[in-house]
């Protein structure tokens, strides 16, 4: 069982930066692939990054690179979602979710197990 614990949401304005964590107690996080996903209302949960156990494989979308970094730090059982240089069109409740499998780290449907939602509001 993962007890998934998202920490870092808030208000921002267009151009400032957050850092979302994801903490995992009960699981391991060090031997899943941790994957972040965002989601608005009425639209479907959208994959933002994701980072294998080793941190050798990263992934982000294409409307966050440059801007947005995950990193993970395994002794601390904790992954890392830096978001820089936010947009409005950034705001949305993100989703920490961990998997296995780091192929599966696109499909929402796949993961194991999720935290609870923090919502990012980025305002111009």
């Known amino acids: 069982r993962c007890s998934c614990r998202r920490m870092g949401g808030g208000l921002v304005q267009a151009g400032g930066f957050l850092r979302l964590s994801c903490e995992a107690s009960?699981?391991?996080?060090?031997?899943?692939?941790t994957v972040w996903f965002r989601q608005n209302p009425g639209k479907e949960r959208e994959f933002v990054s994701a980072i294998n156990p080793g941190a050798d494989r990263i992934a982000y979308a294409d409307s966050v690179k440059g801007r947005f970094t995950i990193s993970r730090d395994n002794a601390k059982n904790t992954v890392y979602l830096q978001m820089n240089s936010l947009k409005p069109e950034d705001t949305a409740v993100y989703y920490c979710a961990v998997d296995r499998y780091y192929a599966n780290r696109g499909d929402p449907k796949a993961m194991d197990y999720w935290g609870k939602g923090t919502l990012v509001t980025v305002s111009s």
């Open positions: 009960g699981l391991i996080l060090r031997v899943h692939t």
